[in-house]
């Protein structure tokens, strides 16, 4: 499945080879599994998203292929870099080259909306002179479609739509290889979300990007994925199934083969209330 190339003829060609390569993944707390014996090749320049329902393990397995959540056991590599194996130092460097778009944006609000912006650019690049900082935060704020005006207020004074844009302006300003976008349309008007899931594409026509999207929006993982991972709760899965209920392209989904995946696409909750309720006696 590594090598499904992007759904789109326009965006920047891909280079070749993995980003990420995960091999026998297993993630446990306080004695319970919660992602068991993944395998998954992330190629450089694919936009991937996670999909599943609540607390199936799509954030544990976003940290992990970040280095946020050491693997319990089995290896995630980010540029054939075992993240396990680093030092603090090491997976700082690593760290550079991600960019974290979060569900709340995340932005420090006692910090204007340029200070924002221009944070990993001061704390990373630090030769950089305040001339070319300024022209790097204004081209990243007009590039998600935010007006250069702004730049003096605070994140407060802004809608939850623009915070999540200057929150995506500041994820790309260090043009990072990886891109990890979690829930970035959660919380959003019909719009607004289709305004983002623009972004998203929109950066990788730019570069070649590589990205991870956890999301729940069916519309944003069909819209801007070349490949869909879908994960079940392992609590909830024979002792024999695996953990990834589908691997493919978005336009597969409706077809597949699965029950449970079919359901969830659609929306339907199919015998959960009844499973909800034993679950809970
Ligand atoms: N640090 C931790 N210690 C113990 N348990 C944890 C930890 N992090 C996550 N979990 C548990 O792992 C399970 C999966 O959590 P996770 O947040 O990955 O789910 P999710 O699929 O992202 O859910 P949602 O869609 O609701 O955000 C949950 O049962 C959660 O309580």
Same mark, same amino acid.
């Given at each position: 499945?590594?090598?499904?190339?992007?759904?789109?003829?326009?965006?920047?060609?891909?280079?070749?080879?993995?980003?990420?390569?995960?091999?026998?993944?297993?993630?446990?707390?306080?004695?319970?599994?919660?992602?068991?014996?993944?395998?998954?090749?992330?190629?450089?320049?694919?936009?991937?998203?996670?999909?599943?329902?609540?607390?199936?393990?799509?954030?544990?397995?976003?940290?992990?292929?970040?280095?946020?959540?050491?693997?319990?056991?089995?290896?995630?590599?980010?540029?054939?870099?075992?993240?396990?194996?680093?030092?603090?130092?090491?997976?700082?460097?690593?760290?550079?080259?991600?960019?974290?778009?979060?569900?709340?944006?995340?932005?420090?609000?006692?910090?204007?909306?340029?200070?924002?912006?221009?944070?990993?650019?001061?704390?990373?690049?630090?030769?950089?002179?305040?001339?070319?900082?300024?022209?790097?935060?204004?081209?990243?704020?007009?590039?998600?479609?935010?007006?250069?005006?702004? $730049? +003096? *207020? /605070?994140?407060?004074?802004? #809608?939850?739509?623009?915070?999540?844009?200057?929150?995506? @302006? %500041?994820?790309?300003?260090?043009?990072?290889?990886?891109?990890?976008?979690?829930?970035?349309?959660?919380?959003?008007?019909?719009?607004?979300?289709?305004?983002?899931?623009?972004?998203?594409?929109? $950066? +990788? *026509? /730019?570069?070649?990007?590589? #990205?991870?999207?956890?999301?729940?929006?069916?519309?944003? @993982? %069909?819209?801007?994925?070349?490949?869909?991972?879908?994960?079940?709760?392992?609590?909830?899965?024979?002792?024999?199934?695996?953990?990834?209920?589908?691997?493919?392209?978005?336009?597969?989904?409706?077809?597949?083969?699965?029950?449970?995946?079919?359901?969830?696409?659609?929306?339907?909750?199919?015998?959960?209330? %009844?499973?909800?309720?034993?679950?809970?006696?």
């Amino acid at each position: 499945m590594s090598d499904i190339s992007s759904n789109d003829e326009s965006v920047a060609p891909i280079r070749n080879g993995n980003l990420i390569e995960v091999d026998d993944l297993s993630v446990g707390f306080d004695g319970q599994w919660i992602l068991r014996d993944i395998d998954l090749k992330i190629a450089k320049g694919q936009t991937l998203s996670i999909i599943g329902e609540s607390g199936c393990g799509k954030t544990v397995f976003m940290k992990t292929l970040i280095g946020l959540v050491k693997p319990t056991q089995g290896s995630v590599k980010f540029d054939h870099q075992d993240l396990a194996k680093l030092t603090d130092a090491q997976l700082a460097m690593i760290r550079r080259r991600i960019g974290f778009v979060f569900q709340n944006a995340a932005l420090f609000d006692s910090m204007s909306i340029f200070d924002n912006v221009a944070f990993p650019i001061r704390q990373n690049e630090h030769d950089v002179g305040e001339d070319e900082v300024c022209d790097r935060v204004m081209q990243h704020l007009s590039e998600v479609g935010l007006p250069t005006d702004i $730049t +003096r *207020r /605070r994140p407060a004074e802004l #809608s939850g739509g623009m915070r999540k844009r200057v929150g995506l @302006a %500041r994820a790309l300003i260090l043009k990072p290889e990886l891109v990890v976008y979690d829930e970035p349309t959660t919380g959003l008007d019909p719009i607004m979300s289709d305004v983002i899931n623009e972004l998203i594409l929109d $950066t +990788r *026509r /730019r570069y070649p990007v590589t #990205s991870v999207v956890v999301t729940h929006d069916m519309h944003t @993982a %069909r819209k801007v994925s070349d490949r869909v991972l879908m994960l079940f709760p392992r609590r909830r899965l024979d002792i024999h199934e695996s953990q990834v209920l589908f691997d493919g392209s978005p336009s597969d989904l409706e077809h597949a083969e699965d029950r449970r995946v079919r359901q969830f696409v659609r929306g339907e909750a199919g015998d959960r209330i %009844r499973e909800m309720a034993s679950e809970a006696s």
